[in-house]
């Protein structure tokens, strides 16, 4: 099976709120996760990554969130706004460490309603 | 702008056909990883090249091909192609192969329909 993916792949939030992407693994031994985001019509853009190292890595608006006794990592948006309607992947290298050999979940379509 | 150019953005062609998809990497980037995007199989990584050099393989097939040029640009060969085929291709650059937090950049892609 795939080895990176995501628990739904569509998720409709009100502007304001907050949203949690959910994704799971299943290689216990995975130790770098990336989240993308993309926007119709556009390439997928890098929004934050964290290592297994760590539990919880923060960015502007976006905490990822790393569980790995669950094996399983979630991106929260703060204040959603409708300029984060995109669809977001969580990805994990092929090879350690490189962001650019990923594996891709499917991906979550986030809209935000005004 | 990610400063990753892709060209075309747009090609129709026949089965049976091949064609060529041209990628210009960032300024001072020396890897080059290429991906499919289609509906059913989502976002998938094909192959990537370091400073002319093949250096990873990903589920890319056999009527695939690609090369990284002395200026670095890199250019994917689909050959035979088929309807499967049809899907959006990417090619993203970083300026390292490896290493935690080296960040790769995506084009805009070339959506490819083949009819």
């Known amino acids: 099976g795939e080895s990176v993916g995501l628990h739904l792949p569509t998720l409709s939030v009100q502007e304001g709120d907050n949203s949690i992407i959910n994704c799971a693994y299943s290689n216990s031994a995975s130790d770098y996760f990336i989240w993308y985001k993309q926007e119709s019509g556009k390439g997928p853009q890098f929004i934050i990554d964290i290592r297994s190292n760590m539990d919880k890595r923060q960015g502007q608006r976006v905490t990822v969130l790393l569980n790995k006794t669950v094996k399983h990592l979630s991106l929260q948006i703060a204040a959603t706004q409708p300029g984060d309607s995109a669809v977001y992947f969580c990805?994990?290298?092929?090879?350690?460490?490189?962001?650019?050999?990923?594996?891709f979940g499917k991906g979550t379509k986030l809209s935000v309603k005004p | 702008d990610s400063g990753v150019t892709q060209t075309p953005k747009h090609l129709i062609t026949a089965t049976g056909q091949r064609v060529t998809l041209r990628c210009s990497p960032r300024?001072?980037?020396?890897?080059v990883y290429w991906y499919q995007q289609s509906l059913d199989q989502g976002l998938q990584f094909l192959i990537q090249?370091?400073?002319?050099?093949?250096?990873a393989k990903g589920n890319i097939l056999e009527r695939f091909s690609a090369q990284q040029f002395p200026d670095l640009h890199s250019e994917l060969n689909l050959s035979s192609l088929e309807l499967g085929d049809s899907a959006l291709y990417f090619c993203?650059?970083?300026?390292?192969?490896?290493?935690?937090?080296?960040?790769?950049?995506f084009g805009q892609g070339t959506r490819l329909t083949v009819v």
């Open positions: 993203a650059s970083s300026v390292a192969t490896g290493g935690f937090s080296t960040e790769a950049f």
């Open positions: 990805a994990e290298p092929y090879y350690g460490g490189s962001q650019g050999n990923l594996i």
């Open positions: 090249y370091y400073n002319g050099e093949e250096r």
């Open positions: 300024s001072g980037d020396l890897s």
